[in-house]
């Protein structure tokens, strides 16, 4: 078993739709929770940033952090076709330079 | 924000020759930067972790004499693929760690062709 675990997708939606991504881990250590985006042949980039669980809005994205379960999740409101990318969920057990985990990525797709 | 310079982007080299990538933060600190790898497709794949002015420690499976990573200073670390073979062609990406920061700040990646 992975110890983070998501669906590559693809998940296509239309324009304006809320998008859920979601993860799934097995080591209840993990305090720091991240989302990133990627584009195609570009480092990931850092979307959202959360400790221990709860609920953090950014914009049009909102990450919660469900510890009890082991489960996070991403949401996109009114997504854009510029939204279309590969979102990878990472955690980590501490905060100080400790190796980052990733899920496999999710392939995102807005159609206009 | 946080910003990490990778170079170069994209390089192609011929089988048997070495390659040096590399990756500077710009303005902050890296205490400790990540070299990562990535299939089409796929999710990325931690080679190796170091912290400045320390070796660099290696994520099973990987080859240290194959892959060298110096972190001399607190802004640069390179990653050089010597005798580099067909089976060496993926994308390479660092990440970077800094002080006190939120994240890990990643670089745009280097694709490595070898002929």
């Known amino acids: 078993q992975k110890e983070v675990e998501q669906d590559p997708g693809p998940l296509s939606v239309p324009e304006g739709a809320i998008v859920s991504l979601n993860c799934t881990y097995s080591?209840?250590?993990?305090?720091?929770f991240m989302w990133y985006r990627q584009y195609s042949r570009k480092g990931p980039e850092l979307l959202m940033y959360?400790?221990?669980?709860g609920n953090k809005e950014d914009g049009r994205f909102t990450a919660q952090v469900d510890k009890s379960s082991k489960y996070i999740s991403l949401f996109i409101r009114d997504s854009q076709p510029s939204d279309s990318a590969t979102y990878l969920c990472a955690m980590t057990v501490g905060d100080s330079s400790y190796k980052l985990i990733f899920g496999s990525g999710t392939r995102l797709l807005v159609r206009p | 924000g946080a910003v990490v310079s990778q170079h170069p982007s994209w390089v192609i080299c011929k089988s048997g020759t070495s390659v040096k990538i590399e990756c500077r933060s710009l303005?902050?600190?890296?205490?400790?930067m990540f070299w990562y790898r990535q299939f089409p497709k796929q999710s990325l794949m931690l080679m190796a972790t170091?912290?400045?002015?320390?070796?660099?420690?290696?994520e099973q499976g990987v080859e240290k004499d194959k892959f060298l990573i110096n972190h001399a200073s607190l802004t640069l670390s390179t990653l050089t693929v010597t005798s580099a073979h067909p089976e060496d062609s993926s994308f390479y990406i660092c990440?970077?760690?800094?002080?006190?920061?939120?994240?890990?700040?990643f670089g745009s990646g280097t694709r490595l062709t070898v002929v």
């Open positions: 990440s970077a760690k800094g002080r006190g920061s939120y994240g890990y700040t």
């Open positions: 959360t400790y221990s669980s």
């Open positions: 303005d902050f600190q890296a205490t400790t």
């Open positions: 080591n209840s250590a993990f305090q720091y």
């Open positions: 170091s912290n400045e002015g320390s070796k660099a420690t290696y």
